[in-house]
């Protein structure tokens, strides 16, 4: 929301749920830490890039410690670094205590950090495959195979 700052736009999702003032910031700060954000509280989301409106996105969704995270282009707005930062930080980390991420995307890179990867045609899932103990880059050629496979009208498997 453009007329909050980066911090009230973090927290609205506790505001909304009725959480004590004084317990919002020790949520919020390790989050906003890890995401490299914490020196942006005060400024508004016309005053900062689009990587960094996308990092506190991703902040007020973490807030809430959701069991399930729903990630449409989480890194679209992100240069390379803080894209590895945050697939291979912080939503390995939160996957791996137990969260769900369901992403959308459409860049390979990002897909290849995932576990399993589901490919959608017309609006069905067509294929999908596992990353099982496939390295990030076998996954990813793995990914990209399957993405030649759709394009070239490869049957359903």
């Known amino acids: 929301m453009d007329t909050f700052n980066l911090k009230d736009n973090i927290l609205l999702p506790l505001v ?5 003032y004084r317990k919002m ?6 989050i906003v830490k890890e995401l490299g954000i914490a020196g942006l509280l005060e400024k508004y989301p016309y005053e900062v890039s689009g990587g960094q409106k996308q990092r506190a996105a991703v902040a007020r969704a973490l807030i809430t410690d959701p069991r399930l ?10 240069d390379s670094k803080s894209t590895d930062e945050l697939l291979g930080g912080v939503f390995e980390r939160i996957n791996q205590s137990g969260q769900t991420i369901l992403m959308v995307t459409h860049s390979v890179k990002a897909a290849s950090k995932a576990g399993r990867v589901l ?3 017309d609006g069905e899932v067509f294929h999908q495959v596992y ?3 496939q390295t990030d880059e076998q ?4 990914i990209s195979a399957t993405l030649t496979m759709l394009a070239t009208g490869g049957e359903r498997q």
């Open 25 to 30: 910031n020790v949520r919020m700060m390790p």
């Open 119 to 121: 490919f959608i045609k």
């Open 69 to 78: 995270i729903l990630a449409d282009e989480p890194t679209g707005a992100l």
């Open 16 to 20: 909304l749920q009725g959480v004590d």
């Open 131 to 133: 990353k099982g103990e």
């Open 139 to 142: 996954f990813y050629q793995n």
